[in-house]
């Protein structure tokens, strides 16, 4: 028997039974959950920065997945964060000129 301790997507325990295998499973509570989040946040990024170039996309979507999961479990909505980001888009920029900075003096 494999373990792993992680969040996983809602139907995954439903493709493993439907594959013939037995799972375990638990329901967090809002705590641990949020806590869960933060580190499937954590691996997915690491998924992300060690993707090829032709499933970057794939694991970037993931990545987005787990990041709105994090915005409703904090009682938001993905259009308030949205809102959050383009103001802040608005004040600073955004990142499409692709400037560096190098120093301030």
Same mark, same amino acid.
């Given at each position: ?16 039974? !439907? ?23 954590? !691996? ?5 920065? =060690?993707?090829?170039?032709? *499933?970057?996309?794939? =694991? ?17 909505? $993905? ?9 802040? *888009? ?8 692709? $400037? ?6």
């Amino acid at each position: 028997m494999k373990t792993y301790n992680k969040l996983v997507r809602d139907k995954i325990p439903q493709i493993i039974e !439907e594959s013939g295998k037995v799972c375990v499973v638990k329901q967090l509570n809002d705590a641990d959950y949020v806590d869960a989040l933060k580190t499937k946040m954590q !691996e997915e990024l690491e998924e992300f920065l =060690e993707a090829s170039e032709e *499933h970057q996309l794939e =694991e970037l979507a993931d990545l987005v997945e787990v990041i709105y999961s994090f915005v409703r479990s904090k009682g938001a909505t $993905i259009d308030e964060l949205e809102k959050i980001r383009q103001e802040k *888009h608005d004040e600073r920029g955004g990142f499409d000129k692709k $400037i560096m900075l190098i120093s301030v003096e």
